[in-house]
């Protein structure tokens, strides 16, 4: 598909939805291809269908099965895949180091095809040692994620006393340029932990400074919502994190889409760039993309 089509993200409970629709992918892509747009999906969505594989519920190796069946469809149509964010941030990286001319958040051929053969193994059922150890990878990305906040928690040390009395918005106007670059630090420390503490300050003005590295402000963004409903002593939804790791995943994205009604009271702000649309299920999936297409729920 061409590049000049614009990308639609849709999160995890979206793609279940479509599966339980049913829509062949050749019949949905080519809808979209019509209006001017693609669909595009995500090494964490496949980590996130993967865990159904895990569940203690009934049936969920038939259901496992059931969406990753339809997942292959897409991607033996070659539907583009967005690398993980960590892989993400390591092109904006390069492109700040003048490495790369530009950022290229998709798997290129080689990394697609281990994923294709691994979405295939799924569709058969088979969850075996690498799948398991795909999930654990993820998990472990997410407890350095939990200590990345608890770290810069300690930058914005003097949160607690003034976040009760300001919403997000306020709370981003105040803090989100100021701590911009402490938090990517942080994230790039984490990432490259052996790298000069001065040349990792320098990058870390660098992206935070320019809103063309998508991905790093949109992750400074997320941190700081979570930091937000710590500091106001909220309790975070349990899917929070993985939540705002969709969010900041879609960063490069046109159009983000879920079905949680939740994430319009956040996700607008997280994704200044990329258009926010909540599904409401008063209309079919496939339907409700071709109103999508000509006007979007929530807009920044």
């Avoid at 420390?189 to 590295?213: G, M, W």
């Avoid at 899917?239 to 900041?248: G, K, M, P």
Wanted: charged share 30%; net charge positive.
């Amino acid at each position: 598909m061409s590049k000049s089509l614009r990308t639609l993200y849709l999160d995890t409970m979206l793609w279940n939805e479509l599966c339980d629709e049913g829509l062949k992918a050749e019949q949905l892509m080519s809808m979209l291809a019509d209006r001017g747009a693609e669909l595009v999906i995500s090494t964490q969505l496949v980590y996130e269908l993967a865990k159904t594989f895990q569940s203690n519920k009934e049936n969920s190796q038939e259901r496992g099965k059931a969406l990753f069946r339809y997942l292959n469809q897409f991607v033996e149509k070659r539907i583009r895949c967005l690398k993980m964010n960590r892989d993400i941030l390591i092109e904006e990286v390069r492109r700040a180091n003048s490495a790369l001319s530009t950022v290229v958040p998709y798997l290129r051929a080689d990394d697609y095809e281990r994923l294709r053969q691994e979405v295939k193994k799924l569709s058969r059922g088979v969850f075996d040692s690498k799948a398991d150890q795909f999930i654990s990878a993820r998990k472990n990305i997410a407890r350095s994620v939990r200590s990345n906040i608890v770290r810069s928690m300690e930058v914005l040390r003097f949160v607690k006393e003034v976040c009760g009395r300001l919403s997000f918005e306020e709370f981003l106007e105040r803090f989100g340029g100021t701590h911009a670059a402490d938090m990517v630090e942080l994230h790039l420390l984490a990432l490259i932990p052996s790298a000069d503490r001065r040349k990792l300050r320098r990058v870390a003005k660098k992206l935070a400074a320019s809103s063309k590295y998508r991905l790093s402000h949109a992750l400074v963004r997320a941190d700081l919502y979570l930091h937000w409903r710590s500091a106001r002593g909220e309790s975070l939804p349990r899917d929070a994190q993985d939540d705002c790791y969709h969010l900041v995943n879609s960063a490069y994205c046109d159009t983000y889409a879920t079905k949680d009604q939740y994430q319009k009271t956040y996700a607008p702000h997280v994704l200044r760039e990329t258009t926010v649309a909540i599904y409401d299920s008063s209309s079919s999936l496939s339907d409700w993309f071709c109103l999508l297409l000509g006007r979007t729920s929530v807009r920044r």
